[in-house]
């Protein structure tokens, strides 16, 4: 799906110092908390506890996630709730765009949650949402952090017939791992959904893995492969935090020296950009990705 995790209670052992947060501040920060308060406005940065949320803000970038706040899938890593997700609000893609104007977003990235219990999977309030955040806010650049709509090349042909900047489905791990981690997810479609894009006309394509949960490093250079193959072009790496005692455990915390690693090799494969870090998640830098 397209929700990460951002919450740790990791049982491992006490969290390294590459791990510790600093809280967010700075004069933009505070100007959009405050908006967010104000006009109770939803964003998957705040209800996220992104550790990123201060940095990005004072950017001007923030991530707004669409079609409820309950998914069809039960991932092993993410802290979303799964269940029968209500009824579509229509209405959404107005109230979200409305939110970027309101918080004068110059870059947003839009996510969802799995919606495998409507025919369309979601995809036209996809659409819808994207051409009125384009109504409303004509200076505001988007990537969309979409779900793989099970490979159903019509509903991803709506996302591309709206032209986001960028177009981003993670693949969350490796290979041998998926099953246990996204489920009902498929590594090989994923893959597909990402070369998909590329091919019939997306600017941009971005994908995003997590370590931690027990990949080894050559998994996690034959995923990169995979991923260039597929003509991906920016990669985002981050360190998996355990959401709930009900979650996946963390297998390891991954040295920054490792990470450091993975960037250079990701770059040397010829992906365009590369965000590898503890503490980078799917929308990290994001506004850098466009260019």
């Not at 990169?224 to 981050?238: C, F, M, P, S």
Request: glycine residues 8%.
């Amino acid at each position: 799906m397209a929700i990460e995790t951002i919450t740790p209670n990791t049982a491992l052992k006490s969290k390294p110092k590459w791990l510790r947060v600093k809280l967010p501040t700075g004069k933009k920060y505070t100007q959009l908390r405050g908006l967010v308060d104000k006009y109770n406005l939803h964003t998957i940065c705040t209800s996220g506890s992104c550790p990123n949320m201060g940095e990005c803000w004072g950017e001007g970038t923030a991530t707004f996630m669409i079609l409820g706040n309950i998914c069809t899938r039960s991932c092993g890593f993410c802290g979303v709730q799964t269940g029968r997700p209500e009824t579509v609000d229509w209405e959404e893609p107005e109230k979200v765009a409305r939110s970027i104007k309101i918080m004068e977003i110059k870059h947003a990235v839009l996510t969802s949650v799995d919606r495998d219990d409507l025919k369309d999977m979601g995809s036209i309030i996809w659409s819808e949402t994207v051409k009125a955040v384009r109504r409303m806010n004509p200076n505001t650049t988007l990537e969309t952090l979409i779900p793989d709509f099970q490979g159903i090349e019509s509903h991803l042909d709506r996302i591309l017939a709206v032209a986001p900047e960028v177009i981003s489905h993670n693949m969350e791990t490796v290979k041998r791992l998926t099953r246990e981690v996204r489920i009902q997810a498929k590594y090989e479609r994923s893959l597909g959904v990402l070369k998909y894009l590329k091919d019939n006309g997306a600017n941009r394509t971005k994908s995003g893995i997590m370590l931690g949960l027990g990949e080894n490093e050559e998994e996690v250079i034959e995923t990169l492969v995979d991923l260039r193959e597929a003509k991906v072009d920016v990669v985002t790496i981050g360190q998996y935090l355990q959401p709930s005692k009900k979650h996946l455990p963390v297998k390891e915390f991954i040295t920054p020296e490792q990470f450091k690693k993975y960037e250079v090799l990701g770059l040397e494969m010829g992906f365009r950009h590369v965000e590898s870090g503890a503490l980078v998640r799917s929308s990290y830098k994001a506004h850098k990705h466009i260019k």
